[in-house]
């Protein structure tokens, strides 16, 4: 073990060079977290840095933190497969203790250090003279705007970061408060105040029963339905949490069969007759339950006359039920004008409100908004993408003409009914092998995605999505200003991870590098090494010197174990 310690050591002092690699990284969310812990502990590259614009990690869940904010999506599989939590208190957690999952995963890999948080990335720029970006940020505290060189530039910015800009007539007049749910003011108390709540999504759906318990009245404008399922929350008990921690694999199993149903049910998407018969149950399900909570009067506002999966379902946080409440009320109307004191709907009805939520979603289709990225001739990365018609990326990672740029959670990258962490994970194992490793490696300097490559990749997974439910008749997140949909991927999440696991390196322009490449290779190899492995192949080395290298015969002991082989042969 320690020869290969002393090997990896003198290599580099065999290939020196002044190549100096450092990265900076956009987001202290799941996604810049999960590429800060596969750089540092994996392929143990430590010249990072990462820049949060909010004033801690965590992203989303920082951000978002609106009465009932939580989770969809069963928290053994909504968290990191390197840091697996046997502790989760129930199957859907909420926002607080999710937000302290992210905490405690940054504080146990030490990765906090690598992150400087209240500084805002406002853009980048390409220099192909120095081979180098230039990444400009603003420290939110002082003001002060700077900028910083790195070899990679990551963006992992996430899509649920940026809230819509919604404007409304005569906005501006409404005297009382008002706020996005991703900007919740906690400042502002609701108990019993009036609330109105524009929006019909996920947050909507979540707020509404949360406030509804202490407000005075609640009223919902929501101009289309949602498709409504059960949403079983079990408490894990303390035997359930002793399973997870003791039994081995138990953990790893149960978020493996969660994976693989959520992956099962994403069938209901495709036009596939095992999908067209799956997905028309769904619906006659999903019928059956809001109909079975919410008032009769709702029923035909509620549900849809889009096909399941059109918009983004909705496992029911309470929201049906507290349409039955009496201080609870939907509008199935839009938003004509404000006044002074409250809201004038489409139809002309006047409420006055104390508080107005705006929940109403974010720019998810415009990807890396507001930053403004410069590539290699100079366009801006907005620029470019308005002439593709949206955001487009290979594999939603690589764009053209922005060379050693990695966004994680791209374009077309979103799993349409599976984990956010788990497609993050996959685009930074992705990023790390097509990026990371070659420039480490000393193979290239600078990696390119090819432009046709690019184009033709885009077209084949818009020519999938145009078969899907996705480009039904109703208005959602996924379809861009230009009528694209630039976030869903057209397939199951499994395939994603296929088509990611193995880069193809005949997709990308390569260049630089050094021909000693391969020693820089096999020094990482065996930096990266796990110790068991070494010991192995230590024993392995030693085992060979033994027999083969002609000194076992100097060791009285194996001598005499061989002579009386011989002799035992003999007999």
């Given amino acids: 073990m320690r020869s290969l310690n002393q090997l990896a050591c003198q290599l580099p002092l065999l290939i020196m060079s002044a190549h100096a690699l450092d990265a900076i990284i956009i987001g202290a969310g799941p996604a810049g977290i999960a590429m800060a812990y596969r750089l540092k502990h994996e392929l143990k590259f430590h010249d990072f840095l990462i820049y949060e614009k909010l004033d801690g990690i965590g992203g989303t869940w920082r951000l978002n933190s609106y009465p009932g904010c939580g989770c969809d999506l069963q928290s053994h599989l909504y968290s990191f497969s390197f840091n697996p939590n046997p502790n989760w208190s129930k199957q859907l957690c909420e926002q607080p203790e999710i937000l302290q999952y992210m905490e405690d995963t940054v ?23 120095i081979s180098k970006w230039e990444v400009f940020v603003k420290d939110l505290e002082s003001g002060l705007e700077y900028s910083r060189f790195a070899s990679i530039f990551v963006s992992a910015v996430g899509a649920i970061s940026f809230p819509r800009n919604v404007k409304f007539p005569r906005m501006e007049n409404f005297k009382g408060h008002m706020f996005h749910t991703a900007h919740w003011d906690h400042s502002v108390s609701y108990k019993n105040k009036r ?15 949360a406030v509804a318990q202490k407000a005075g009245f609640v009223k919902q404008y929501a101009r289309s339905g949602q498709w409504f399922h059960a949403r079983p929350n079990r408490l894990n008990s303390d035997f359930d949490k002793f399973l997870l921690r003791w039994v081995p694999l138990w953990q790893r199993l149960l978020r493996l069969s969660i994976f693989l149903e959520a992956d099962e049910e994403t069938t209901t998407y495709f036009p596939t007759p095992k999908g067209l018969k799956a997905r028309i149950a769904k619906e006659k399900e999903s019928k059956e339950y809001i109909q079975s909570k919410a008032p009769e009067k709702y029923w035909q506002h ?16 309470g929201y049906l039920d507290a349409l039955c409440l009496p201080n609870v009320e939907l509008l199935p109307e839009g938003i004509k004008e404000f006044t002074e ?6 139809s002309g009805v006047q409420d006055d409100y104390d508080i107005i939520v705006l929940a109403t979603g974010f720019q998810v289709s415009e990807f890396l908004t507001p930053m403004e990225i410069f590539g290699a001739d100079g366009r801006s990365l907005q620029q470019q993408w308005q002439e593709c018609r949206g955001a487009q990326a290979y594999l939603g990672t690589y764009v053209h003409n922005f060379p050693n740029l990695a966004i994680i959670f791209g374009p077309n990258t979103f799993p349409a009914n599976n984990s956010a ?48 439910v996705f480009a039904g008749d109703c208005s959602n997140w996924y379809i861009g200003k230009h009528g694209r949909n630039a976030a869903s991927w057209p397939g199951l999440a499994r395939s994603f991870w296929f088509s ?27 930096t990266t090494m796990k110790p068991l492995t070494k010991t192995l192949i230590s024993i392995g080395f030693a085992a060979a010197a033994l027999i083969y290298g002609g000194y076992g015969a100097r060791l009285p002991v194996l001598a005499s174990l061989r002579s009386r082989a011989a002799r035992v042969t003999t007999f």
């Fill in 107 to 129: 504080d146990k890999f030490d990765i906090r250090k690598h992150v400087k948080s209240s500084i805002e990335c406002t853009g980048a720029k390409w220099h192909s003279d």
């Fill in 195 to 209: 609330v109105a709540v524009i929006g019909n999504g996920c947050s909507a759906a979540q707020v509404i029963p």
């Fill in 302 to 317: 509620i549900i849809p006359k889009f096909p399941l999966g059109c918009k983004r379902r909705i496992f029911d946080p």
């Fill in 341 to 346: 004191t409250g809201i004038i709907s489409s």
């Fill in 421 to 468: 962490l788990f497609a993050c994970e996959t685009q930074v194992d992705y990023a790390i092998k097509s990026l990371f490793t070659p420039l480490i490696d000393r193979w290239a300097d600078v990696l390119e995605v090819k432009q046709t490559v690019e184009d033709y990749t885009t077209n084949a997974i818009h020519e999938q999505l145009n078969n899907t």
């Fill in 500 to 526: 990611t696991y193995f880069p193809d390196w005949s997709a990308f322009n390569l260049v630089g590098g050094s021909w000693f490449w391969p020693l820089y290779a096999t020094r990482r190899w065996l």
